[in-house]
């Protein structure tokens, strides 16, 4: 299983990007996809995650701002990141809670990074 993250960019403060991360790969079922964050010299932060009923969930930090929405029919994820902030100014990572099979439990899975920098 592979997840691979696209969209990342430089914007200047107000704007807005479109982050989306795909899974591939043989799978069963995909129970939660989610996108963390993490700024240097912090720790990895949740963003926001989506489950596969759609049900939601944010970061106070974002919310208002960014909304996630998932395509089950593409397997894909994605963050709209609007208003966005000097301080939204990170490497992005999308993850997926995934069981590989009927029977197997649920494995974590992560994206590789994108950037996100928000600047003027």
């Known amino acids: 299983v592979q997840l691979q993250a696209f969209g990342g960019g430089s914007v200047q403060p107000g704007g807005a990007l479109r982050l989306s991360c795909a899974a591939s790969?043989?799978?069963?079922?995909?129970?939660?996809m989610g996108w963390y964050r993490q700024a240097p010299g912090k720790q990895r932060e949740l963003v926001a995650a989506i489950t596969s009923v759609g049900g939601t969930s944010y970061a106070d930090s974002v919310k208002g701002r960014f909304t996630i929405s998932r395509d089950n029919a593409e397997n894909t994820v994605h963050l709209q990141m609007n208003s966005l902030k000097p301080e939204d100014t990170a490497v992005y990572f999308c993850?997926?809670?995934?069981?590989?099979?009927?029977?197997?439990?649920?494995?974590?899975?992560w994206g590789q990074g994108t950037l996100v920098t928000v600047s003027s």
């Open positions: 790969g043989k799978y069963f079922s995909i129970v939660g």
């Open positions: 993850n997926a809670y995934i069981r590989r099979t009927v029977s197997s439990l649920v494995d974590t899975y």
